[in-house]
């Protein structure tokens, strides 16, 4: 009986271990073949729709948007009044626009003014803008980072773009976050002239929707690594001075004069979570 006894436990042993070790098989399964980040997203995207969490945006923040409902105000304006507003009432508006709506929101002490409009090619209003960076000071022009393929020798930034990176070139922990080869930035005189500038490069998760801003990005050319804040990260730094960044295999350390402040990585971005605090 000894025997068929040992037997017995031993099916018992191999019945449980098989039991314990299924569903973490199951879920690692899962998560290779990404049905877990699948299902996260869908609850993550539910619970906002149904019960977005209560937290206080900062009353310091103003966002100026110029959208359909302005466009369509002067159109108004050009079709009732033939006001000289005509020039705002389609898109895109001309650089000469910009100057004056700059100075007039300069005029409320704006820390910075942090623009999400790309200013990538020439244009005949160019000097106008650039006086605009240079007389306020506080403005922050927008970068788009991409990938490229390259048919020959890769372009370098100009000196003017290299000086607004966050940190030295030969800085480490590129590993960690994602780099591009390819970056739009301001043209001529305007990014010569910018005071500051941020990536308003967005990448959407599969379905459309964006859970992951990642908070810098890294253009990367041989031999060297420029970072670059995004929109949020910059307009953080204007509070509080940020004097370095770095990046780890699960966190990005952001060191400002009163703290250092860690956030989550995953694949180089941190997740919008919907209980977290960060």
């Known amino acids: 009986p000894a025997p068929a006894t040992d037997m017995q436990d031993r099916r018992k042993l191999l019945f449980a271990s098989l039991f314990i070790a299924s569903p973490a098989l199951v879920a690692l399964g899962g998560y290779q073949a990404g049905l877990l980040e699948r299902a996260e997203n869908n609850t993550i995207d539910a619970r906002y729709r149904i019960a977005p969490p209560d937290r206080p945006v900062s009353d310091q923040i103003v966002l100026i948007e110029i959208d359909d409902e302005t466009l369509e105000k002067y159109e108004r304006f050009e079709r009732e009044e033939n006001s000289d507003r005509a020039a705002f009432g389609k898109w895109p508006w001309p650089r000469a626009s910009y100057p004056p709506l700059l100075d007039y929101l300069a005029g409320g002490g704006p820390r910075m003014i942090l623009m999400d409009i790309l200013f990538t090619e020439e244009s005949a209003d160019d ?76 990448d959407r998760d599969p379905g459309g929707v964006a859970r992951r801003v990642p908070p810098v990005f890294v253009y990367q050319e041989p031999g060297a690594n420029y970072w670059y804040p995004s929109l949020a990260l910059q307009a953080f730094s204007a509070y509080y001075p940020i004097e370095s960044v770095r990046a780890e295999r699960s966190r990005l350390l952001v060191q400002t004069a009163a703290a250092a402040i860690a956030n989550p990585l995953r694949d180089g971005r941190p997740r919008q979570h919907y209980n977290g605090e960060d």
Do not use: C, K, W
């Open 127 to 202: 000097l106008e803008l650039a006086l605009a960076n240079q007389n306020l000071g506080l403005i922050s022009h927008a970068a788009y980072f991409r990938e490229v393929e390259y048919d020959g020798e890769q372009p370098g930034l100009p000196e003017s773009m290299r000086a607004q990176a966050l940190l030295p070139a030969d800085s480490p922990g590129t590993e960690h976050v994602r780099a591009y080869n390819g970056m739009n930035y301001p043209f001529g005189v305007i990014g010569e002239t910018t005071a500051f500038l941020h990536s308003v490069t967005f």
